[in-house]
T-cell receptor, first 114, second 117 residues
Framework: DAGVTQSPTHLIKTRGQQVTLRCSPK?????VSWYQQALGQGPQFIFQ???????QRGNFPDRFSGHQFPNYSSELNVNALLLGDSALYLC?????????????FGSGTRLTVV | AQKVTQAQTEISVVEKEDVTLDCVYETRDTTYYLFWYKQPPSGELVFLIRRNSFDEQNEISGRYSWNFQKSTSSFNFTITASQVVDSAVYFCALSEDGSSNTGKLIFGQGTTLQVKP
């Protein structure tokens, strides 16, 4: 049973560019949440998708946007990249209606903005 | 506002020593969940334990134990007889959502544990 799959694992982008990160949730999960983890910090919540809609959003600018597809997979898009966007981006999936706990995290995408 | 504080940035112990990781949280809600996650160098966050705000029963699971005290807003985690494989970054997290499956997680800064042979 595959867990959460994220791609790519590493990415280097130039300031001002746009980037798309991808996440496939664990089998049986229908909700995807995205987190940003700067070096040496705890993860920070970006947003959550369920039923192809953004359900919750953290304190991130509109440059951060997302999408969820009918198969529950999700994309995180970041426009006009800044050096400060360099971080590990983690995807977590869960089952919205409960059942067994809870969040399964992927190994993340390491984004470096130069 | 919700906040999680892990005052210990780094801890270094010798194998077989016991080690306790501290976590203090702030919330105005009466219903919330607390979590501990482990993050090995691979980057994936590994779930260790969840506690809801109505369950103050402390638990022991193998070499791991947890001490939840609402009176002091603390949720500490102890590893008994530490092993080199326990070396990782440990995060304490808080969720105020009524469901532990959908609430956003608020993480502490993390404690890096190094267990030396």
């Amino acid at each position: 049973d595959a867990g959460v799959t994220q791609s790519p694992t590493h990415l280097i982008k130039t300031r001002g560019q746009q980037v798309t990160l991808r996440c496939s949730p664990k089998s049986g999960h229908d909700t995807v949440s995205w987190y940003q983890q700067a070096l040496g910090q705890g993860p920070q919540f970006i947003f959550q998708y369920y039923e192809e809609e953004e359900r919750q959003r953290g304190n991130f600018p509109d440059r951060f946007s997302g999408h969820q597809f009918p198969n529950y997979s999700s994309e995180l898009n970041v426009n006009a990249l800044l050096l400060g966007d360099s971080a590990l981006y983690l995807c977590a999936s869960s089952n919205y209606r409960g059942g067994s706990y809870g969040y399964t995290f992927g190994s993340g995408t390491r984004l470096t903005v130069v | 506002a919700q906040k999680v504080t892990q005052a210990q940035t780094e801890i270094s112990v010798v194998e077989k020593e016991d080690v306790t990781l501290d976590c203090v949280y702030e919330t105005r809600d009466t219903t919330y969940y607390l979590f501990w996650y482990k993050q090995p160098p691979s980057g994936e966050l590994v779930f260790l334990i969840r506690r809801n705000s109505f369950d103050e029963q402390n638990e022991i699971s193998g070499r791991y134990s947890w001490n939840f005290q609402k009176s002091t807003s603390s949720f500490n985690f102890t590893i008994t007889a530490s092993q080199v494989v326990d070396s990782a970054v440990y995060f304490c997290a808080l969720s105020e959502d009524g469901s532990s499956n959908t609430g956003k997680l608020i993480f502490g800064q993390g404690t890096t544990l190094q267990v030396k042979p």
